[in-house]
């Protein structure tokens, strides 16, 4: 039997596109179900009758459509009947090419969302029915197969978190083409971040270690200017690039009655980190990390987006947290800690 969170998938499908969520969902099932002919066949059957009325409506529609323009063409003189003819059959096929194109799309990214989905704790809800229309007006257009990917996470995302993205960072993603997904990548491969909601981190960066990575202080890690831009044409980083944000909940801060110090570890290369004082410094200072850092779109796709080992920047970071009197130490979770004072 399908997880509560294919199930709860399954009300998003159908929220997005319709009756049609079950043979979106069908390939998946196959795989998992004895029955996967019966399945099949009946996904089969349902996806060519919802192309089949879909059809039955729209040809009308372009047919009307084009008797208009052919009527002003002629008209005016601009041109004859026989130059702007389109058969019948010509409109059919077009019309089913691209149907049964975005409908493959669709059934890449759901079946992928339920692969996800499979073994993740969701509570069931309703989808947000105009995000569901929007995700699926926009992702029935993706054949890439890793940009598929990068969408199912996005959808797998969603589900697990509800309001995770938001319909603005659909639109960046939307944009978002193969180079410019790597790069990003790559860039989410660098960074730490702390704190924030269930949906969105509060800060996401990659530090320029104490340089500026205008000055191109990150070239060495595959993130120079020129690669900046791109990400800030893409609305995924801020304009500034050598912004800052106080970390120093990562060193811990004193409670109010003085007995205990809580820290909220950073999360970098998937792990969970705490800033140890390697000598005598004060817990209540500001600690100011500089660096590159990510759009509130950026932010909420950084959390489906696959990091990738960058061992050259992993040991600039450790380094430069050395610098300010710091050692980077590995916690289990992102769970806020105390200890005495």
């Known amino acids: 039997m399908p997880s509560l969170g294919v199930l709860v998938l399954g009300k998003y499908v159908a929220s997005g596109i319709g009756s049609i969520a079950g043979p979106m969902l069908a390939p998946w099932k ?15 059957a349902d996806a060519l009758a919802i192309l089949a009325a879909a059809q039955a ?14 009527g002003q063409l002629t008209e005016s003189g601009v041109i004859t009947t026989a130059e702007i003819a389109m058969s019948k059959a010509d409109i059919e ?26 073994d993740t704790a969701v509570t069931d809800h309703e989808p947000d029915h105009d995000w569901a229309a929007h995700f699926f007006n926009l992702a029935q257009d993706v054949s890439s197969e890793e940009m598929q990917k990068l969408w199912a996470k996005v959808l797998a995302g969603e ?18 083409d193969r180079p410019t997904a790597l790069l990003f990548r790559k860039l989410c491969s660098a960074s ?7 949906s969105s981190f509060a800060d996401v960066r990659v530090p320029s270690l ?23 044409e893409h609305r995924l980083i801020i304009a500034d690039y050598n912004s800052y944000y106080d970390y120093r909940l990562c060193l ?12 909220i570890p950073f999360r970098f290369q998937g792990r969970f980190w705490l800033l140890e004082p390697t000598g005598e410094r004060s817990k209540d200072g500001e600690f100011r990390v500089s660096g590159v850092s990510l759009t509130r779109s950026g932010r909420e796709l950084a959390r489906v987006v696959d990091i990738e080992p ?32």
Do not use: H
């Open 93 to 118: 096929q077009r019309v089913l090419f691209q149907d049964e194109k975005r409908q493959r799309n669709i059934s890449a990214i759901a079946a992928q969302a339920a692969d996800e989905l499979e």
């Open 310 to 341: 960058m061992p050259d920047y992993t040991q600039a970071i450790i380094k430069f947290f050395e610098k300010q009197g710091l050692r980077m130490v590995e916690v289990p979770s992102g769970n806020p800690q105390a200890r005495p004072l």
């Open 57 to 70: 409506e729209s040809l009308p529609r372009i047919a009307a459509a084009q008797g208009e323009v052919r």
């Open 30 to 44: 196959a795989r998992r179900e004895a029955e996967a002919k019966r399945i099949a066949a009946q996904g089969e």
């Open 210 to 232: 104490g340089e500026n990575a205008a000055s191109n202080s990150l070239r060495p890690y595959g993130l120079n200017f020129d690669a900046l831009n791109v990400l800030n």
């Open 192 to 198: 730490i971040s702390i704190g924030g909601t269930d």
């Open 252 to 263: 811990g801060v004193a409670l109010p009655d003085n007995t205990s110090i809580v820290r």
């Open 159 to 176: 589900v697990e978190r509800p309001g995770g993205t938001s319909i603005l960072t659909l639109g960046v993603l939307k944009d978002l």
